[in-house]
């Protein structure tokens, strides 16, 4: 045959064969004949790339179809290479394409599952390519009912898959595709995390530099990247990048898929850019997604998406600190014209366009005060919600949350009381969402908060405030990863606080105010102290539940999952996985737990009575710091007393810290100031009126919670000082720390060692000389001091080798550990905060080795700290959490600890020492 009319022309005559002899011996030199032309067609069409030639083969597949036994094998051959040519059609033809080209290919593939044999490798292909077809289809028509389809048929294939079978991993692939797709659209977690474990452990197993390879790499990335959004889990975004990267390494320049996978890259490298603060990653990702829609022609179905979200970096990048009008302008122009080529019938693009023009267009108000664009922005969210978008659909929850900030922003610029009302409802919808991403519900809850708490005519108060410590309760419980916590709680920061202070607006009880207080602070601390509980009651009732616990809290709290997996040279998402399983795991048993009698409220956040359990023997003083009230929660192991502070306030405890910080001559004031606004009227309150002679036989003891930026300020310490009238904390009570009612409530639970007569361990540490840091001529001296004490304390001294790894080695055997040296705070990340030992440049002992240390089966009595900024903790989105060297002593089990808020005096350090001990 030696032109396309010849090939033509025979497949025609072998049809005209089939149709006359359908049981002549002759059918089956026909179907060679039909089968050997359609491949001539196909290997034309490869080197034409003609439609019209791929419309021939189409033609001639239905025309051999038409006419082919029903029973015959050949059947099932053209079934499957006829629906595939017909997505295939569609997605060819772009915007121009015929939907019934999807619906004829889903209508082969059901045809040919039934031509072939259950339980056959036929019917496993068979399905395989169904499950493909509805998900073809579902990408254009985002119709829900095809993609359960396509997973009941992809689940139908794998269980079906004999083992040994050479196509298993592309099976799962396709379904972990599908799970995927549905997981989009309803952001259902379980969905998610199954088809990211499915790609995580099959896309190794296809063949590289396949397209099937390259597609499930990309998709694995994509998945992830979609996972940090909901999740916030930062390894998923860090293994999401250089996934995309090597598929855009694998594929040619020229390939059809390259502006997609260029603008995957952009959208990870974003997120990177803006969780992490570095303009470097939104340059670039800027760059990639221009270089994206630069190569995608202007019919690509993807365009719109692109151009919203190179609007959304360009925002981005304008919002962390250039303030390039240039930036937002373009930003919001490219956002328009997403707005403009959206497809109406869209409406989770409407939706996204709709979320980002309305933020830019916010953004650009708050540059230039032109409220024109705020009624835009409201006008457009409006038509979106209104317009079609459903109750369940994830986007529903952004959406409510930016009408609901647009709102508020327009009442702070024209007064009108019906904005702020509309508002808060918008706010209180988003959290509703219950299919929204957690961070957005949480951020509603918050902004709902703030109104309710603010709102000046009490009668618009209404019962179904957000109460956002149902999901921090989830997290708290679902979580135990603390790096990821740590950049978490920075965006929630003051959620406690700001519940609190709404709370008691609404004229809620005191004791619930407090409880909401305590379930937005210590959460990291209250993962540890929840990780590290004594068991011995559980393990006396029930013992394999017991041995459970045990074995899941080792895992999750000592690294032993990603340590193990490292060491088999698994990657940082299979550890991740390993991570999400184990905490899976440990909710279940938490459930189980709290089935049994009697242990209805394991780990379950304090009740009213084990808050006052908490004040027994001595009064615990929380004092709550919000944009809206300063307030004092004073427990006693009887009742909860709320005590307003009128006098003070946020701001001012901003500026006393900032100008203590800058200005150490400021103290005696600022701790007038504190005594006068804060400590004077508690101590009033408690009948701490009156100083107390040396030689009293009994001095009160009380514990200080402070809440937010009141952690950086001296409360033990306020008074007037220069005066002598016995006007200050320390002339009246003797003062401790804790961060929050349950840390104390579990140094109260937990069990007292038992000492017998014999020595004492003393570990101390003296840095008189530390690498790159000034001398400490003192610390020497501090520590020799102390030695010369230990026999008098019946302790036996131990000095060890001045490195981590020596240190860490001696905390388990010891009952004292006196560290007398430099101490640094870490700013950008307090769980880095550190003692400065001779390696300290090299290996830290930070505050996150500390927390690691788990020494409650026979805890240390004291730790002192005698260096610099061991109790302070300059992130002021982590201030609650206690993450500072002297908490992480308290959380690996010391008793007692003794710290510093500042930078201390070296030769001071050996008074305080000696006349302490």
Request: charge should be negative.
């Amino acid at each position: 045959m030696e032109n396309i009319q010849d090939i033509v022309d025979a497949i025609r005559q072998a049809a005209e064969v089939l149709s006359q002899h359908p049981d002549d011996v002759s059918v089956q030199q026909a179907l060679n004949v039909a089968d050997r032309a359609l491949k001539q067609l196909a290997a034309v069409f490869q080197q034409t790339g003609s439609l019209q030639d791929f419309n021939r083969i189409i033609e001639c597949t239905e025309l051999v179809l038409s006419v082919v036994p029903e029973n015959h094998q050949f059947r099932v051959d053209l079934l499957t290479n006829l629906s595939i040519a017909l997505s295939e059609r569609f997605s060819m033809m772009g915007s121009q394409g015929n939907p019934d080209d999807l619906d004829r290919a889903v209508q082969l593939s059901e045809e040919n599952v039934t031509a072939t044999r259950p339980g056959t490798e036929e019917r496993i292909a068979a399905l395989g390519n169904l499950n493909q077809m509805l998900q073809n289809r579902y990408d254009h028509t985002r119709n829900l009912q095809d993609i359960k389809r396509a997973i009941t048929v992809g689940q139908e294939a794998v269980e079906m898959i004999p083992e040994g079978w050479p196509h298993t991993a592309r099976m799962l692939h396709k379904l972990a595709i599908s799970l995927g797709r549905r997981s989009e659209q309803t952001g259902n977690a379980q969905d998610l995390d199954r088809a990211v474990d499915i790609l995580t452990e099959t896309v190794p197993q296809i063949p590289q530099h396949t397209r099937d390879y390259v597609a499930g790499l990309s998709y694995l990335a994509t998945l992830l990247g979609i996972r940090f959004e909901q999740q916030g889990d930062v390894e998923d975004l860090n293994a999401s990048i250089p996934y995309t990267k090597r598929v855009l390494k694998l594929m040619g320049r020229d390939d059809s898929d390259r502006p997609a996978q260029l603008y995957n890259l952009a959208t990870r490298l974003a997120e990177r850019g803006q969780y992490t603060g570095a303009v470097g990653d939104l340059d670039d990702a800027i760059d990639h997604g221009q270089q994206a829609l630069s190569l995608a022609p202007q019919t690509h179905p993807e365009r719109t998406n692109w151009l919203r979200g190179l609007s959304q970096f360009l925002g981005m990048r304008f919002r962390m600190g250039t303030k390039n009008l240039e930036d937002i302008q373009q930003a919001i122009d490219l956002s328009r014209q997403a707005a403009e080529t959206v497809d109406r019938d869209d409406t989770q693009m409407r939706a996204a366009v709709a979320n980002a023009l309305s933020n830019l267009l916010k953004e650009k108000y708050e540059y230039d005060d032109n409220v024109a664009g705020l009624d835009e922005a409201i006008e457009v969210l409006g038509q979106v919600l209104q317009g079609g978008l459903s109750e369940d659909r994830p986007e529903r929850g952004a959406l409510e949350f930016g009408l609901g900030d647009v709102l508020r922003a327009r009442y702070g610029r024209t007064g009108d009381a019906t904005d702020l009302e509309k508002s808060r409802e918008a706010f209180q919808r988003a959290w509703a969402s219950l299919n929204s991403p957690l961070t957005i519900r949480m951020y509603a809850a918050i902004k709902a908060g703030e109104i309710a708490a603010n709102w000046a005519d009490e009668k618009h108060l209404k019962n179904d405030t957000p109460d956002p410590s149902v999901l921090l309760r989830y997290w708290t419980e679902a979580s135990t990863d603390f790096d990821n916590a740590q950049q978490m709680l920075k965006r929630f920061a003051g959620l406690g606080a700001h519940a609190a202070a709404a709370a008691l607006n609404a004229k809620k009880d005191t004791s619930y105010a407090l409880q909401q207080l305590e379930l937005g602070r210590g959460v990291i601390s209250g993962l540890v102290l929840d990780l590290r509980t004594d068991l011995s009651f559980l393990r006396g009732e029930h013992p394999g539940l017991a041995d459970q616990f045990s074995r899941l809290r080792n895992m999750l709290d000592s690294g032993h999952i990603t340590a193990t997996l490292s060491s088999k040279g698994s990657s940082c998402e299979a550890g991740a996985q390993a991570r999400r399983q184990a905490e899976k795991e440990f909710t279940s048993l938490l459930t189980k737990i709290r089935g049994e009698k009697g242990f209805e409220s394991f780990l379950m956040p304090p009740t009213v009575q084990q808050l006052m359990d908490a004040a027994d023997p001595d009064p615990a003083v929380v004092v709550n710091v919000s944009s809206f009230r300063c307030d004092a929660f004073i427990v006693e192991k009887h009742r909860i007393r709320l005590l307003e502070l009128p006098l003070l306030s946020l701001e001012d405890i901003q500026a006393n810290t900032k100008r203590l910080k800058n200005r150490p001559d400021s103290l005696p004031s600022v701790l007038e100031w504190l005594w006068s606004s804060a400590v004077h009227p508690i101590l009033d309150a408690l009948g701490f009126d009156n100083p107390l002679a040396l030689q009293a036989d009994s001095w009160p003891h009380i514990w200080w919670i402070p809440v937010g930026p009141l952690n950086s300020l001296p409360l033990h310490a306020a008074g007037y000082h220069t005066k002598h009238s016995g006007e200050t904390a320390l002339d009246r009570v003797m003062s401790s720390y804790s961060s929050s009612l349950k840390s104390l409530l579990a140094g109260r639970l937990q069990k007292m060692p038992q000492y017998d007569s014999s020595p004492i361990n003393a570990l101390l540490v003296s840095m008189k000389s530390t690498p790159n840091r000034s001398p400490l001529r003192y610390a020497e001296l501090e520590v020799n001091m102390l030695e010369k004490l230990c026999p008098a304390l019946n302790a036996t001294p131990i000095r060890p080798v001045q490195h981590k790894a020596d240190v860490l080695t001696q905390l388990s055997r010891c009952d004292i550990f006196h560290f007398a040296g430099h101490g640094t705070s870490n700013a950008l990340d307090p769980s880095q905060s550190a003692l400065l030992l001779r390696d300290w440049e090299k290996s830290p002992l930070t505050v996150e080795d500390l927390r690691n240390e788990r020494l409650q089966e026979k805890p240390p009595f004291l730790a002192y700290l005698s260096a610099c900024s061991t109790g302070a903790n300059e992130v002021l989105g982590l201030v609650d959490e206690g993450i500072h060297l002297g908490y992480a002593c308290q959380l690996a089990g010391f008793r007692h600890i003794v710290g510093t808020l500042w930078t201390v005096s070296d030769p001071f350090c050996v008074n305080v020492a000696r006349k302490f001990l």
